[in-house]
């Protein structure tokens, strides 16, 4: 019998697909208890402002992730990093503006506030999944430098 721990090992080192279903959980798991306090707070426009913000922080997260699938192996890590910066910062920044500016029950409840809880951590977890991806890739790749010393030294 395997130990548990070898089926999240799996998905931590899986596709797009496990990546994306570790985000999302984990955006449920943080979703879970900010919602009840969001209920306390702001009542049923509370719970819709944290989940708006939970879904932009997950959309934002998954396009970038997307975009370093798009662009695997350490040969490209500026481009993953640049690339992914825009969705990563870019959709929950602009929805969270968006909505706080035309949905006034969500910017009453305070949607920026719950944009604050859930971006750093989706963004760690992301952030984490996006090096993992990488080591597979490093670990195949041809060493960068020459491997013999030059006669000229």
């Known amino acids: 019998m395997k130990p548990?721990?070898?089926?999240l090992l799996r998905v931590v080192h899986g596709g797009f697909l496990g990546h994306g279903l570790l985000?999302?959980?984990?955006?449920?798991?943080?979703?879970?208890?900010v919602s009840?306090?969001?209920?306390?707070i702001s009542g049923?426009?509370?719970?819709?402002?944290?989940?708006?913000?939970g879904l932009l922080c997950f959309s934002g997260g998954l396009l970038a992730m997307a975009w370093n699938a798009a662009f695997p192996g350490p040969k490209l890590l500026f481009v993953r990093i640049l690339g992914g910066m825009l969705p990563r910062m870019g959709v929950p920044l602009l929805g969270g503006v968006i909505l706080?500016?035309?949905v006034k029950p969500l910017a009453e409840a305070g949607?920026?506030?719950?944009?604050?809880?859930?971006?750093?951590?989706?963004?760690s977890i992301e952030v984490y999944l996006s090096v993992?991806?990488?080591?597979?890739?490093?670990?195949?790749?041809?060493?960068s430098g020459?491997?013999?010393?030059s006669e000229h030294v």
């Open 44 to 53: 049923p426009n509370g719970v819709a402002a944290a989940t708006a913000g």
């Open 23 to 33: 985000l999302y959980g984990a955006m449920v798991a943080i979703l879970l208890p």
């Open 111 to 123: 949607i920026l506030l719950y944009l604050l809880v859930f971006y750093p951590a989706l963004l």
């Open 100 to 102: 706080q500016i035309s």
């Open 4 to 7: 548990k721990g070898d089926l």
């Open 132 to 143: 993992v991806s990488m080591r597979p890739a490093m670990r195949d790749s041809d060493p």
């Open 146 to 149: 020459p491997s013999e010393p």
């Open 36 to 40: 009840l306090v969001a209920w306390v």
